[in-house]
């Protein structure tokens, strides 16, 4: 049995995985991470805590929990180094607080190459061995695999981070500091903060979008249902987002010689809205394949790859390689 966890900026959840991927027992509670590092070690402790009646239920101990963090992270030490969407957590040692706290041993990783390890598992019967991952959710999350294996690149920490390439240099600003990152346009941040835009320019001055943001209740859901509902600027949103990415897979394409990405995340919910507006800007922006050769999928669950691929990684760390 193993624990994975799957750390984002808005949520933390965490599941009992075994051998055969089949999730025993799960828990969501909202991340909170403005209440500090010890508070989401606590709750992430309290999460592993009731998993375990689930595994002593099947007899069988949990041998390893997986970690998933948004953002830049030292593997090896078990500490974050840089999420921007979770800066409370920057230098602190969250996997090793943690196995101190469960006396269980816990692996780190970046969440989205986990989700590129729970894909690749979902799919291993697939023969797709070269793909680029990209997650959307608060943040846009990237992940590439190689001849079937998870590429680390020169472990600095960072790999595939194709959130943080720059779509356009003069676009809007990004959690990371740059400006017009791909996160900048295809976020559920990028969502709401394009309708924040709308308004500061005085070209929204009412409506549902409108008052759902005075109140502080505008979400990326929010904006998909507006966008569903005919909203102009809603569906403006997420062309954009659709552009942003079928731009920034289209140069990665041709810089690797890869024709495959998988879509997952949360907000991989609009695929509805942006997949069209995507292959269009793909066409447009990877002129060294042919459009019929270029595949772009949704997740096979993308709401359970990253979960999964962290209790994989436990899996893998512990030799118990199914
Ligand atoms: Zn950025």
């Given at each position: 049995m193993f624990i994975g966890i799957d750390l984002g900026g808005t949520h933390m959840r965490a599941a009992l995985v075994d051998r055969r991927q089949t999730i025993l027992d799960r828990r969501k509670v909202a991340t909170h991470v403005e209440t500090g590092p010890e508070a989401v070690r606590s709750r992430l402790v309290?999460?592993?805590?009731?998993l375990a009646?689930?595994?002593?239920?099947?007899?069988?101990?949990?041998?390893?929990?997986?970690?998933?963090?948004?953002?830049?992270?030292?593997?090896r030490e078990g500490r974050v180094i840089f999420s921007p969407n979770l800066?409370?957590?920057n230098d602190y040692p969250l996997a090793c607080e943690l196995q101190e706290q469960t006396r269980i041993p816990v692996y780190m990783e970046n969440?989205?190459?986990?989700?590129?390890?729970?894909?690749?598992?979902?799919?291993?019967?697939r023969g797709i061995e070269n793909w680029l991952g990209v997650t959307l959710g608060t943040?846009?999350?990237?992940?590439?695999?190689?001849?079937?294996?998870?590429?680390?690149?020169?472990?600095?920490?960072f790999s595939a981070e194709i959130g943080h390439t720059?779509?356009?240099?003069a676009g809007p600003e990004c959690v990371c500091g740059l400006k017009g990152c791909l996160e900048a346009h295809s976020?559920?941040?990028?969502?709401?903060?394009?309708?924040?835009?709308h308004i500061a320019r005085g070209e929204l001055t009412g409506g549902r979008l409108f008052e759902l943001f005075s109140t502080g209740a505008l979400t990326a859901e929010a904006v998909y249902d507006c966008a569903k509902q005919g909203s102009t600027l809603a569906l403006g949103l997420f062309q954009r987002m659709g552009w942003a990415l079928g731009l920034a897979i289209g140069s990665a394409f041709t810089l690797l010689g890869i024709r495959c990405a998988i879509i997952g995340g949360g907000v991989s919910a609009g695929w509805d809205l942006f997949i069209d507006p995507l292959c269009e800007s793909l066409r447009e922006h990877c002129s060294m394949l042919n459009p019929g050769e270029m595949v772009v999928q949704l997740s096979e669950r993308p709401n359970e790859a990253a979960l999964l691929g962290a209790a994989r990684?436990?899996?893998i760390k512990t030799g118990v390689d199914a």
């Open positions: 309290e999460l592993c805590r009731e009646p689930a595994a002593r239920k099947k007899g069988e101990p949990v041998s390893a929990i997986g970690l998933g963090v948004a953002g830049k992270i030292d593997p800066l409370p957590l969440d989205a190459n986990l989700f590129g390890l729970g894909e690749q598992w979902l799919r291993a019967d943040g846009v999350g990237g992940c590439l695999i190689l001849g079937g294996r998870l590429w680390s690149g020169d472990h600095l920490g720059v779509v356009d240099p976020s559920a941040r990028a969502l709401v903060h394009g309708v924040a835009a990684l436990a899996q």
